[in-house]
């Protein structure tokens, strides 16, 4: 896919996030093979009060005392992806909702 990183970069981010997060992975091997599945879900790893979400399209954490999400790795794709599903939720709602800037 254009624009998107491969999964060995993403996985190399994913890991440095949760080292500096202070959160233990799998090991690269497996999470190489649950990326590149073909049935393919993001991976959430909840530990230390953070959970860190792993994409092939983005890296974001958050912390329970944190209403924000970081944004380490965000994909054009995923971006679209996201504005499409906020445009749909809005015409489904016939009126406007306020999302994120």
């Not at 649950?34 to 958050?62: F, T």
Request: glycine residues 2%; hydrophobic residues 40%.
């Amino acid at each position: 896919m254009k624009g998107v990183l491969s999964t060995k970069a993403v996985l190399f981010l994913a890991r440095t996030t949760a080292d500096s997060l202070g959160i233990r992975l799998d090991d690269d091997t497996v999470l190489l093979r649950r990326m590149n599945c073909k049935r393919y879900l993001p991976m959430v790893i909840e530990q230390h009060g953070y959970q860190l979400w792993v994409d092939r399209l983005y890296i974001a954490y958050s912390h329970e005392d944190d209403t924000d999400i970081h944004y380490v790795y965000l994909s054009a794709y995923h971006i679209r992806e996201e504005l499409r599903s906020y445009a749909d939720v809005r015409r489904l709602r016939q009126k406007d909702i306020r999302i994120p800037e």
